[in-house]
């Protein structure tokens, strides 16, 4: 059990029988009112948010999550399916898949992360190398501070990258971003 101010962003709490990630936190004291803790939550399970007040000294259940180094394999919809060392399959729904739909490709090595035995999200590592599959040609005389065009990766995912990178470069997207890191 911990109280709700040493609760953190990241941390997974139980909450009216779910399970909860810690998406923002606010520490706040007031007067003479008791010190408040005001916490932005999104349900593992459902994937809806909520945003709620405890007070400070609330006790709540912290929850650690098991995860499992995995390789995606297949979409069977509205499923997509993960593979690990030992040939076990788990499926991940596709709403519970989040941003990791933007990176997605054969083979892709990821964290599934389970709560009860039941595969309920994917972690992606922080970069991922993907290859420029369409983007504009570079505009001579455009170079005035960062300057940056769209291109498209092979999931149709558009980042924001400089004016010198060309279709078929390899370049290193940021996963929690979503932003150009650089060409590889």
Excluded: H
């Amino acid at each position: 059990m911990k109280i709700a101010q040493e609760i953190r962003a990241g941390n997974v709490i139980m909450q009216n029988g779910a399970p909860w990630v810690v998406l923002k936190t606010e520490y706040a004291r007031g007067g003479r009112n008791a010190a408040t803790v005001r916490m932005k939550l999104k349900s593992l399970l459902s994937n809806q948010g909520t945003e709620i007040v405890f007070k400070a000294d609330d006790k709540m259940d912290q929850i650690v999550l098991d995860k499992k180094e995995c390789t995606y394999s297949y979409f069977a919809d509205p499923m997509y399916v993960w593979m690990d060392t030992e040939y076990n399959q788990y499926e991940v729904e596709a709403e519970n898949m989040g941003d990791a739909l933007n990176y997605l490709e054969d083979g892709m090595s990821a964290e599934v992360v389970f709560y009860d035995g039941k595969a309920i999200s994917v972690e992606l590592p922080t970069s991922v190398e993907r290859e420029v599959t369409w983007t504009e040609p570079a505009v001579k005389g455009d170079t005035s501070g960062k300057v940056l065009k769209p291109a498209k990766i092979a999931t149709g995912f558009e980042v924001g990258v400089p004016i010198f990178v060309a279709q078929g470069d390899r370049i290193e997207i940021d996963t929690r971003t979503g932003e150009y890191r650089r060409r590889v």
